[in-house]
């Protein structure tokens, strides 16, 4: 297998598990990129728009963009921090109270996705992705 076609792959399996997570959220109003954000703050508690950038690897605008609709949606609220250009995220009471429900869901999707994926083959997935994550950052 070339370098080019493992990329490729990991690309494509990427934007499915995206999507599919999409379509399951949606009765929700919520996308994914929601959900991760929602997930991050629910696990590690008040972080500031760049921990939770770095954390999930993705750039100021399109969070920025993501937690506005967390805000009008009621489900994050900014704080300020000590210095004045610096804010924490956080979630609302709202938020905390469908939290079981959204977990609920992506845990279906994520369930319905690997049903048929061998339970050896998850561990040393799951294995192979912690190692690799770890050398490259």
């Known amino acids: 297998m070339s ?8 690309h494509q399996l990427s934007r499915h598990l995206t999507n599919r997570l999409n379509e ?3 009765p929700s109003g ?3 990129a929601q959900w991760s954000v929602i997930y991050v703050l629910k696990n590690k508690g008040s972080l500031t728009q760049k ?3 770095d954390y999930l690897f993705v750039e100021a605008p399109p969070m ?3 937690i506005q609709r967390l805000v009008k949606q009621g489900y994050v609220t900014q704080v300020p921090g000590k210095d004045k250009r610096e804010k924490h995220v956080q979630l609302t009471e709202l938020a905390d ?3 079981s429900k959204w977990e609920h869901i992506v845990n279906s999707v ?3 996705l690997m049903r048929d994926f061998p339970i050896e083959s998850r561990e040393q997935l799951v294995k ?3 190692s690799w994550l770890q050398q490259i950052l």
């Open 110 to 112: 994520n369930h319905e």
């Open 51 to 53: 921990e939770i950038c």
């Open 24 to 26: 399951a959220l949606k």
């Open 128 to 130: 192979l992705q912690k």
């Open 64 to 66: 920025t963009r993501t």
């Open 97 to 99: 109270q469908e939290y």
């Open 3 to 10: 370098t080019h076609e493992l990329f490729h792959t990991l």
């Open 30 to 32: 919520l996308y994914s």
